[in-house]
């Protein structure tokens, strides 16, 4: 293990919680793999003292940072470039530094592609998708299905006004996919989800909820378990726990279920080129969160 001197780089993730982030354990596993001074740690920042903490990143010398919750959206107002993908989400995971410019951007939707290619053995490219969620992960989820060409991306979010913003938004970034909005009900689930070839859930629910469950949120994931099938892949974006009751139910369904950590390590790596301008080791920073070479959990 490298050890910290005056000539260390530092890296992190700011976010509020961050206790529970596996981050620090993959970057840090992926830097002593490959003998480099860096250091990956984690900073819990409130709200107020966001804009701070991101000029901070530049007065201690840092090479960027990871954001996340609470923080993705209101931090893309407080940076001085966003890339594309950034800019039509409107929401930030990676700070690279150029000087004395903080540079934001979006790896997740792109390491939510890699993980349907690479560990769901779906790439996007002419599939029906379904987006379940219009928040940060969803949006992201959103426009990266879109740009790489997918048939159709339905958006189910139980504010439908948010599903349709969202699917606007995407239109035009991508007119040649068909998007579409619809609420986050049982019924729209049951119709809307049989043909799908993708799914990705993008929601806190399955953090909790039993699948099995009545009433509430629980009547649409009752109804998503029952309608996944072979042939599909899905991904949870939740990886606390890191094997949903989403998952087990795409497993038995014959589908491919594709974990978030899986998701995690992929926008990770491509967040870690950014920095460090160097390929990430992947099989290390798989076996850093518990995953193997393939993508799947360890026993």
Not at 84 to 108: C, E, K, M, P
Not at 174 to 187: Q, T, W
Not at 240 to 258: F, H, I, Q, R, S
């Amino acid at each position: 293990m490298v050890e910290i001197d005056a000539q260390t780089t530092l890296v992190g993730i700011i976010g509020d919680p961050v206790a529970h982030s596996l981050s620090p354990r993959m970057h840090n596993a992926a830097f002593n793999a490959l003998q480099m001074n860096w250091r990956y740690a984690a900073f819990r920042v409130p709200a107020a003292g966001l804009s701070q903490a991101l000029r901070g990143v530049v007065a201690l010398g840092m090479a960027g940072v990871n954001v996340t919750i609470p923080h993705k959206e209101s931090a893309a107002g407080v940076l001085d470039e966003l890339d594309d993908l950034a800019r039509q989400i409107g929401a930030v995971n990676t700070v690279g530094v150029s000087g004395s410019r903080l540079l934001g951007f979006n790896t997740d939707g792109a390491g939510m592609l890699d993980a349907l290619t690479s560990d769901g053995g779906m790439p996007a490219a002419g599939r029906r998708c379904v987006v379940v969620g219009a928040g940060g992960g969803g949006r992201a989820a959103a426009f990266a299905l879109a740009a790489a060409g997918a048939s159709r991306v339905t958006v189910l979010n139980r504010t439908e006004r948010k599903a349709q913003s969202l699917a606007d938004a995407v239109r035009r970034a991508a007119p040649g996919c068909r998007v579409e909005p619809a609420p986050l009900l049982a019924d729209v689930v049951e119709r809307v989800v049989g043909d799908a070839e993708i799914v990705v859930h993008a929601t806190a629910a399955t953090m909790s909820a039993a699948m099995g469950g009545g009433g509430g949120r629980a009547d649409w994931l009752q109804v998503l378990a029952r309608r996944l099938h072979r042939g599909m892949a899905v991904l949870d974006m939740v990886y606390t726990p890191a094997w949903t009751e989403l998952l087990g139910a795409a497993k038995a369904a014959g589908a491919t279920a594709v974990s978030g950590l899986s998701m995690l390590v992929f926008q990770g790596a491509r967040s870690f080129q950014v920095w460090t301008g160097r390929p990430a080791p992947l099989d290390v920073m798989r076996q850093a969160v518990g995953l193997t070479a393939v993508g799947e959990l360890k026993s």
